[in-house]
């Protein structure tokens, strides 16, 4: 692995994926590189120190070149050197801060607030590490804004002697009271140019950790290639990223260690609150961020709460940027004013209320007049404060939903079967559609608990749906699919249906692809597990011809999106692919007309080969990679820290050569960017109309021999509507699906380079080949679009039909459908 950026390389910080590498290997923003020029002019603050130490008169800024003509040394000279410190105040700044800011600047101006100290690459014969400057502090007074006015730039000048060497790190203490976000640093030189040390990390205060941070400059080493005079300093900054099991995290730390989800209960605040642990031998699970805080008094076993206003703990360098974070406020606000009213109704009539029609549903993005009209009704019928009256109606102007895409084209759309089957190719959950491979469809469930294994579904079923071809013709021509939610779900089914109103099925779905290139479905089958009463309970359902039938049919297909929506984002399907050297990434789709995956493997590609070009010219030597200690401790980690309930699966990749370490990147980053993309930024777009993708179930479809299938013959929608989400979860579900949608203002991504890393690394060639992955990504974007405008595609476009945008690299701010961000930031 690389040293490079402000911290060396940390096998501990898995959730980084290609930046345990090195920091910006997969990284992003929202300009260009070549659109980047960071090196504008700031009015700086500059202390110059005498020989012996004790400050003269500032002097006022001047730019310097970076790489500029200097005056050579003689060899008896010492040399001098200026230290200049990027450093990013809030965006939005309250009273105290401002108060505490000019403190601040006061206490650098007297020399007391903030140190720093220069490493040299070569080793100092008497300490045997690397040569150390004297330390300087950072002096100023009173700096004024540039042309970002929350940046400011701070300076230092110190004096090192002759055959110190090229600086390769930078300790910097901290002295003030409170911690600061520090963008960079320069170096000017005589005898070495320019030298630039990136940090974009929060460098907390001497007074809560005494230990002073390391920012390493941008130039990338191997482990072995590590100047003499960084390396222990690379260790010991490995190390203090990688936790040991103990204490309790702080807000400012920056460690990164392991621990399963025993903290999903509450049993202190509530016995029927109490959860299972995540994580073990009986429940196999990844392992989170581990916080270490103290236990429940209820159960030792459980890890307390942390409750709000408190944090929950995350890396320091990981929490939200402000302008993220703010975004995500309002978003948690506009969430508050939409279940207000619902919530309020619900509290006052002790029950939640359904939609009494589709058109209540509608009018939910219609300025929100079916809450504006119970804001009059709710505030008069309660003894409100006046202060929740005049926050109810103020938050009238945050009532009104935005218009999802799935019906922004047109309105019924959700109807249709055809647009059922459409959404499992280019809707939010587009992982999950296999090939029917053989039959009849058999359960691995074991028999002696949840019956006969052989599904209810029959070849003469499905022969009456396939235009006269044979079941055979259909499953060796690839032309049958399948959603099977069966065996994952049927063993939670009784658990599930024992919740006050909640019901549900574990399904099977089968596809039929016709000759014109439509997918639509053409059954669906319903399983409940066995009972005392009933050994096994299944029925298939079939579009059908008259009205009675195709309400049943739209209850099954409701009942279906409930069972994808609760494995949406945890399972994958594979073998919508066959392999095929002569195809660009050596796979053909089964499906031609499969927008997520004929987009995807355009975005997979780009990312190996940017991954392939970054890993060539480090890992150059082909024993590299098998050598490389930290590479080695990183991928160990993953699988038996990260993992240990699944250390000893054999489908673990090897970590053995270039190749083995190239796949193991590109997938990492693609999980993290295009495929989380693919799955998150479209929940709001589908699932903001609800009827489209309910969530939930409230009822099982009523049978004939049941008091409910008579009144459901008299008012199918009543019991559809009754059946769904009610108001009070819709909204709920919406907020949700709105909030995790939303890119924020500063959102960093795939091939963008935000201004703040655009000297994120040393190296022309590997800027150079970062320029092409970008340019590529512009490529496939406009490549998308005109797939987009292809009426042969019929998944992607036609009368109502909305473009598949989910895989565009670039977005606006906001639900927008589209973007992929450089990595989960939610």
């Known amino acids: 692995m690389m040293l490079a950026k402000s911290t060396p390389v940390n096998p501990s910080k898995t959730s980084s994926l290609a930046t345990s590498i090195h920091p910006q290997l997969c990284n992003g923003g929202t300009r260009r590189a070549h659109q980047v020029e960071l090196r504008r002019r700031r009015p700086t603050v500059q202390a110059v120190l005498s020989r012996d130490g004790k400050s003269v008169s500032p002097l006022p800024s001047q730019s310097v070149a970076p790489g500029g003509p200097q005056r050579p040394p003689s060899p008896a000279e010492a040399i001098d050197v200026r230290v200049v410190l990027t450093v990013r105040n809030k965006l939005k700044e309250k009273l105290v801060d401002k108060i505490e800011n000019r403190w601040e600047y006061f206490i650098n101006g007297i020399g007391q607030g903030i140190v720093v100290q220069l490493v040299s690459e070569e080793i100092d014969p008497a300490t045997k590490s690397g040569k150390r400057s004297a330390e300087a502090a950072v002096r100023g007074w009173l700096p004024k804004p540039s042309n970002h006015p929350s940046i400011f730039e701070y300076a230092a000048n110190l004096t090192v002697q002759p055959g110190f060497g090229r600086p390769g790190a930078i300790i910097i203490t901290n002295r003030q009271n409170k911690e600061f976000y520090l963008m960079e640093i320069v170096v000017h030189s005589g005898a070495d140019g320019t030298i630039l040390f990136p940090a974009n990390s929060w460098i907390h205060s001497c007074n809560v950790n005494?230990?002073?941070?390391?920012?390493?400059?941008?130039?990338?080493?191997?482990?072995?290639?590590?100047?003499?005079?960084?390396?222990?300093?690379?260790?010991?900054?490995?190390?203090?990223?990688?936790?040991?099991?103990?204490?309790?995290?702080?807000?400012?730390?920056?460690?990164?260690?392991?621990?399963?989800?025993?903290?999903?209960?509450?049993?202190?605040?509530?016995?029927?609150?109490?959860?299972?642990?995540?994580?073990?031998?009986?429940?196999?699970?990844?392992?989170?961020?581990?916080?270490?805080?103290p236990p429940m008094k209820s159960d030792p076993g459980a890890e307390s709460r942390v409750e709000k206003p408190h944090p929950v703990y995350v890396p320091r360098d990981e929490t939200f940027e402000e302008v993220k974070q703010s975004t995500f406020s309002s978003g948690a606000l506009k969430?508050?004013?939409?279940?207000?009213?619902?919530?309020?109704?619900?509290?006052?009539?002790?029950?939640?209320?359904?939609?009494?029609?589709?058109?209540?549903?509608?009018?939910?993005?219609?300025?929100?007049?079916?809450?504006?009209?119970?804001?009059?009704?709710?505030?008069?019928?309660?003894?409100?404060?006046?202060?929740?009256?005049?926050?109810?109606?103020?938050?009238?102007?945050?009532?009104?939903?935005?218009?999802?895409?799935?019906?922004?084209?047109?309105?019924?759309?959700?109807?249709?079967?055809?647009?059922?089957?459409?959404?499992?190719?280019?809707?939010?959950?587009?992982?999950?559609?296999?090939?029917?491979?053989?039959?009849?469809?058999?359960?691995?469930?074991?028999?002696?608990?949840?019956?006969?294994?052989?599904?209810?579904?029959?070849?003469?079923?499905?022969?009456?749906?396939?235009?006269?071809?044979?079941?055979?013709?259909?499953?060796?021509?690839?032309?049958?699919?399948?959603?099977?939610?069966?065996?994952?779900?049927?063993?939670?089914?009784?658990?599930?249906?024992?919740?006050?109103?909640?019901?549900?099925?574990?399904?099977?779905?089968?596809?039929?692809?016709?000759?014109?290139?439509?997918?639509?479905?053409?059954?669906?089958?319903?399983?409940?597990?066995?009972?005392?009463?009933?050994?096994?309970?299944?029925?298939?359902?079939?579009?059908?011809?008259?009205?009675?039938?195709?309400?049943?049919?739209?209850?099954?297909?409701?009942?279906?999106?409930?069972n994808d929506a609760g494995v949406h984002q945890l399972v994958n399907h594979w073998g919508m692919a066959v392999e095929d050297p002569s195809m660009p990434c050596g796979v053909k789709l089964v499906l031609e007309d499969y927008p997520y995956a004929a987009d995807s493997l355009l975005v997979w590609s780009a990312i190996e080969e940017w991954v392939r070009d970054y890993v060539t010219h480090f890992y150059a030597d082909a024993n590299n990679v098998a050598s490389d200690v930290e590479l080695q401790a990183w991928w160990d980690e993953i699988k038996n820290k990260g993992h240990p309930d699944k250390r000893n699966e054999p489908w673990w990749p090897s970590l053995n050569t270039k190749e083995d370490l190239i796949n193991i990147l590109t997938t990492m980053i693609w999980t993290a960017s295009g495929q989380h993309a693919a799955i998150n930024f479209g929940q709001y777009p589908f699932g903001g109309y609800m009827p489209n993708r309910p969530t939930l179930m409230k009822k099982l479809i009523p049978q004939e021999d049941e008091p409910e299938y008579e009144n459901f013959l008299l008012n199918p929608q009543h019991t559809f509507l009754s059946s769904v989400p009610s108001q009070l979860q819709a909204t709920q579900i919406m907020a949700v699906q709105d909030t995790l949608s939303t890119h924020s203002p500063d959102e960093e991504y795939l091939g963008q380079l935000h201004e703040s890393h655009a000297h994120w690394i040393d190296d022309w060639h590997i800027l150079n080949s970062y320029e092409k992955f970008s340019a590529r990504l512009e490529e496939i974007e406009q490549i998308i679009n005109k797939r987009n405008k292809n009426f042969h595609l019929k998944n992607r476009s036609g009368a109502g039909v909305p473009p598949y945008e989910l895989l565009l690299p670039s977005s606006g701010p906001g639900v927008t459908g589209r973007g992929i961000p450089n990595s989960i930031s939610i």
């Open 210 to 293: 005494p230990q002073s941070r390391v920012i390493f400059s941008n130039r990338a080493y191997l482990p072995l290639q590590t100047p003499a005079g960084l390396k222990d300093l690379r260790q010991d900054v490995l190390v203090s990223r990688c936790g040991n099991g103990k204490g309790e995290r702080k807000k400012f730390d920056v460690i990164y260690d392991y621990a399963p989800y025993n903290d999903l209960g509450n049993p202190d605040k509530d016995v029927d609150l109490a959860r299972p642990v995540l994580g073990g031998e009986e429940r196999p699970y990844p392992r989170r961020c581990r916080t270490g805080r």
């Open 335 to 562: 969430a508050l004013f939409h279940n207000l009213i619902p919530a309020l109704r619900a509290a006052l009539s002790s029950s939640d209320t359904h939609f009494g029609c589709f058109s209540d549903i509608d009018r939910l993005y219609k300025d929100g007049v079916l809450l504006k009209h119970e804001v009059h009704e709710i505030t008069e019928g309660l003894m409100l404060p006046s202060m929740l009256k005049g926050l109810v109606n103020m938050g009238e102007r945050l009532m009104k939903y935005d218009l999802p895409s799935i019906i922004s084209r047109d309105r019924f759309s959700w109807l249709r079967d055809n647009e059922f089957a459409r959404q499992t190719l280019a809707g939010v959950n587009p992982v999950d559609i296999q090939r029917l491979r053989e039959f009849p469809i058999l359960s691995k469930l074991d028999p002696a608990v949840y019956g006969s294994p052989e599904s209810a579904i029959t070849k003469e079923c499905l022969e009456h749906e396939l235009n006269g071809m044979s079941l055979e013709e259909a499953i060796e021509n690839h032309r049958l699919f399948m959603l099977d939610y069966h065996d994952l779900l049927l063993p939670y089914v009784k658990k599930i249906n024992s919740l006050k109103g909640r019901k549900t099925y574990a399904s099977r779905t089968i596809f039929f692809h016709t000759r014109n290139g439509i997918l639509r479905p053409i059954a669906i089958e319903l399983s409940l597990p066995p009972t005392p009463s009933s050994p096994s309970w299944k029925r298939v359902y079939t579009h059908g011809h008259d009205a009675t039938t195709s309400w049943i049919w739209k209850l099954a297909k409701a009942h279906v999106c409930a």
